[in-house]
């Protein structure tokens, strides 16, 4: 590390990216916005630069305007000026900009899935990308696509460019949009958060990568993300967006660690730290960032169980064929079984395809399963949708995406309203109280409830979904990464809200989540679930401070910690892909066991254990 | 604001308006508001060589190869194509809705029945199909009225299908099976408000496609009959004087095109004003 820095300083002389008063301007409704608002960057060749802000901060919009992929013509650069090798972009045609991209200075994009052509090979996409800019003949194209995915450590590289893009994981996809971006040697690569639609431990590979390109090339990379963590693992120096303005920029180091604007020092605070919360029983209360207070310790010893789950079994038919005849299986879970008890958050932590929102979704019968769930006392399984009315009333769900799961054509206030009318709990005159009453109680004014879902921001919109299911005073919330969706200072409002209604009313949450430092934060127990099974289950402090599964330690490993003093070479132990649960009909899962390694401690010692 | 009052705002949608008014107000009044009888063949309304007239200050759109007043016939086929435009494809909207969310929102066999007969009545020539009907029945206004709707509900069926399924999978409708709203809240609460815009762009769409395949059924025989006038058939019996007399088929054209048009524009303001998040953008 010291050496490549060391290294950078000596470069330090001729950047090969220079911006100077970049102003940006996107026409809205409402007339001209500024959206960048007069950014200098200098970018150094073999540095990484990360452009972090929360949305709308108008880091993207810096990305585009550089690239000259502005949405036209909504959006135009109004001024200043984007030096490439000396050579000014702004201003310059589309023909000459096209010739720039890709051979120049490249691009990759969030989700690798919508950035690749799914009816082309990957190997046709690599090589229409070289031919553009390079006079090569089909063979010498064919050569450096498999050099390019080489570079990008993509086993059997010239096997995939037969194949599609579906045929591909999501790593394994972003692999190849870097490939794509590498392919003529860029001495600028933008990455417009390249890792936020992966799995942490893919993030991890990602990453890795990212760092090794940069210095077997010495490629200039420009990294934008909200993600702090990624920002501490990877700059070099940061520049900080709010509002299309650049709040502070300098080395890395400096901002993690003497933070000058107020703005960068809320962001940091806001940020939940993996370990900030290591040695303690219960989750933090407080600010996070700030030294958490004595939380109260587990809840009372051995309550009866608000939520029972035995042996839940989720399958999936896959059909095909002409006659769409039941051809295969998902596993989405398998077997799990655990207790929620009365004031307690229990966390399912896992990564994509892990079963853990298919477990959300059985709790509210919403899906079709097997096993044993009982909720305050009802066995629901099997019940038709009027018998489960009434469960409804003492478990309630909030979504990851509370735009998508609010009716954008109801009133707020209707839909806080929707679920007390439904059970017949309030009409007329009262109703409106109790509406304003839950207004209040989410910290939302409720002259604001004759509005509609569009006109509230994400964190409030959250609070909407929260005062719907808190109308029907329930006792457990499945919430599924309710506040994934969200930034991070907006994050930590929404999570202090939670733990608040969980001290007042006593409610259980089944908190369901991918982000380790969340869950760290907020979890009295976790449950650690891989390929449909619960592989580790226990006190928060128990799995976090002792895990004791492989998968579980893996999981740890990868999450990017927000402090540059403590990046972590050891991404490359992360190799390997999730395996799919799609299975045969005639699969019979293997039977799972597990030990108990302290008290409530539980670990699965099943087949599994061996392979992540 | 109402909706009304909204839709006087905007313009364009103020003009469609203006002109659908227009348009009902002459079919209503059409008895007594038309220059001459729509059916009489005036001795003056030919030249001496037998000719059509072109538009005159005593025949203000012209006379047709009968020598009948065109601007009469326009006002009293108004009656036909209303009925056709508005009736006959608000049934067909109608009609096509309601499979479309039966099939799309209950699902099942009842579904698969349902979207397997819009198909095969798609993959059966539309045409064909009305002629076959319009043969069964002696057609009058109503009876080809009633065809055209069982011949256009299919495309809207469809479509409705399509979007009643992707609604469905919808995360607020979930949320909604979730808080343990029952199917009838669901459907009439959730899902219907988010149709309406497709069922609007067809309703308003369609009129004019409507109003041409009965003017190809006036043509075939099968449509309204002669010497009732629509203004289809009025474009269809003159459309091979195009060169010599273009009026005949211009002015009909025209109100044709005009009439469609209005519908859009008022449909697509409707469509904007019901959607809450289309507010203030427009």
């Known amino acids: 590390m010291t050496s490549e820095r060391q290294q950078d300083n000596d470069t330090a002389a001729a950047p090969v990216l220079t911006v100077r008063g970049l102003r940006t301007q996107v026409a809205t409704p409402r007339g001209p916005k500024i959206v960048v608002d007069g950014l200098d960057l200098d970018l150094h060749p073999g540095e990484v630069l990360c452009i972090a802000g929360e949305s709308g901060s108008g880091k993207s919009m810096t990305s585009l305007s550089i690239m000259g992929l502005l949405p036209q013509p909504m959006a135009r650069v109004v001024g200043g000026s984007v030096t490439l090798d000396g050579r000014e972009l702004v201003g310059l045609g589309e023909r000459q900009m096209r010739a720039l991209r890709g051979a120049e200075i490249s691009m990759i994009f969030q989700e690798p899935m919508t950035s690749l052509n799914p009816v082309l090979t990957i190997g046709r996409q690599i090589t229409e990308a070289i031919e553009a800019h390079r006079p090569l003949g089909r063979a010498e194209a064919r050569t450096r696509a498999i050099q390019a995915l080489e570079a990008v450590r993509i086993p059997e590289a010239a096997r995939r460019l037969t194949q599609y893009p579906h045929e591909l994981s999501g790593g394994m996809r972003q692999r190849v949009m870097i490939a794509m971006a590498m392919a003529c040697g860029p001495k600028v690569l933008i990455a417009d958060e390249p890792t936020t639609a992966l799995d942490v431990t893919i993030q991890a590979q990602i990453l890795e990568l990212m760092r090794d390109l940069r210095r077997d090339s010495n490629t200039a990379i420009i990294l934008i993300t909200h993600d702090m963590g990624v920002v501490a693992e990877m700059a070099d120096r940061v520049i900080v967006m709010n509002q299309g303005r650049v709040v502070e920029s300098g080395p890395v180091l400096d901002i993690f660690e003497r933070p000058q604007a107020a703005y960068t020092r809320d962001l940091l605070a806001a940020v939940p730290r993996l370990g900030a919360n290591a040695g303690r029983d219960g989750p933090a209360r407080g600010q ?28 999936f038919d896959i059909t095909g064929g002409l006659l769409q005849r039941v051809v295969n299986r998902v596993h989405a879970v398998e077997g799990v079984s655990f207790d929620l008890t009365p004031g307690e958050t229990l966390a399912i932590v896992g990564e994509s395809g892990c079963g853990k929102s298919t477990t959300g979704k059985a709790l509210m019968n919403l899906i079709p399963w097997q096993g044993e769930i009982v909720i305050d006392g009802t066995a629901t399984h099997g019940l038709s949708r009027r018998a489960m009315r009434p469960v409804r009333r003492h478990i309630q769900m909030v979504f990851q995406d509370p735009y998508a799961s609010l009716d954008p054509r109801m009133t707020v206030g209707e839909l806080v309203a929707e679920p007390l009318v439904i059970h017949g709990l309030a009409s007329g005159r009262e109703l409106d109280d109790r509406v304003a009453e839950l207004f209040r109680r989410v910290r939302l004014e409720p002259e604001q409830r004759h509005r509609y879902p569009h006109e509230f921001s994400g964190g409030q919109r959250q609070r909407v979904c929260i005062a719907r299911a808190l109308g029907l005073s329930p006792r457990v919330i499945v919430a599924d990464e309710s506040v994934s969706a969200l930034d991070v200072s907006v ?7 939670m733990q608040e209604l969980q001290d007042e009313l006593g409610l259980s949450y089944l908190f369901i989540s991918h982000d380790m430092a969340v869950v760290e934060q907020i979890s009295h127990r976790v449950a650690v679930m891989y390929m449909g099974r619960i592989v580790e289950i226990g006190r928060r402090r128990d799995v976090f401070d002792t895990p004791r599964h492989a998968y579980t330690q893996k999981l740890l490993q990868a999450v990017p910690l927000p402090d540059p003093r403590n990046r972590r070479d050891h991404f490359r132990k992360l190799d390997g892909e999730i395996p799919s649960p799609v299975r045969p009909l005639d699969y019979a899962p293997p039977p799972q066991y597990f030990m108990d390694v302290g008290p409530g401690h539980r670990v699965a010692a099943d087949p599994l254990g061996a392979a992540p | 604001m109402s909706v009304l009052g909204e839709l006087v705002r905007r313009k364009l949608a103020l003009f469609g308006l203006v002109v659908i008014t227009v348009v009902v107000g002459a079919a209503l009044l059409s008895p007594w508001i038309t220059p001459y009888p729509p059916d009489q063949q005036m ?3 030919l030249t001496l060589e037998g000719a059509p007239l072109p538009p005159s200050a005593q025949f203000w759109l012209g006379t ?8 009469s ?10 009925v056709i435009g508005v009736v006959a494809n608000g049934a067909a909207v109608f009609i096509g809705t309601l499979v479309g969310v039966t099939a799309g929102f209950f699902g099942g066999w009842i579904g698969t029945i349902l979207m397997r007969a819009t198909d095969l009545m798609m993959a059966f020539p539309a045409l064909l199909l009305a002629i076959v009907l319009a043969a069964l029945f002696t057609p ?10 069982m011949v256009n509900w299919v495309q809207v069926a469809r479509v409705i299908y399509t979007e009643t399924r992707s609604l469905s999978e ?17 459907l009439v609460r959730h899902m219907i408000p988010h149709l309406v815009s497709i069922m609007v762009v067809w309703g308003t769409l369609g009129i004019a496609t409507t109003v041409l395949l009965e003017a190809t059924l006036s043509y075939l025989g099968v449509g309204v009959q002669p010497p009732t006038p629509s203004w289809g058939n ?6 091979t004087y195009f060169t010599s007399a273009p009026w005949l088929v211009f002015f009909p054209g025209i109100a044709i095109i005009l009439l469609a048009l209005s519908f859009n524009l008022v449909g697509d303001a409707l469509r904007d004003i019901l959607d809450p998040t289309q507010k203030g953008r427009h």
């Open chain 2, 234 to 239: 009025i474009i269809f019996e003159n459309q």
């Open chain 1, 491 to 497: 994050q930590a409002q929404v999570l202090d809200l």
């Open chain 1, 288 to 315: 996070p960032g700030r030294p958490a207070e004595a939380a109260p310790a587990a809840p009372p010893a051995e309550p009866a169980p608000v939520v029972r789950v035995r042996d839940l079994t989720v399958r």
């Open chain 2, 64 to 71: 047709d190869l009968l020598g009948r007043d065109l601007l």
């Open chain 2, 43 to 45: 001795f003056d309304g």
């Open chain 2, 170 to 186: 919808r995360d607020f409708i979930e949320a909604e099976w979730g808080i343990g709203a029952g199917r009838g809240r669901i």
């Open chain 2, 140 to 149: 009058s206004l109503w009876i080809v009225a009633l065809v055209i709707a």
């Open chain 2, 73 to 82: 016939r326009l006002i009293e086929g108004a009656r036909t194509s209303l």
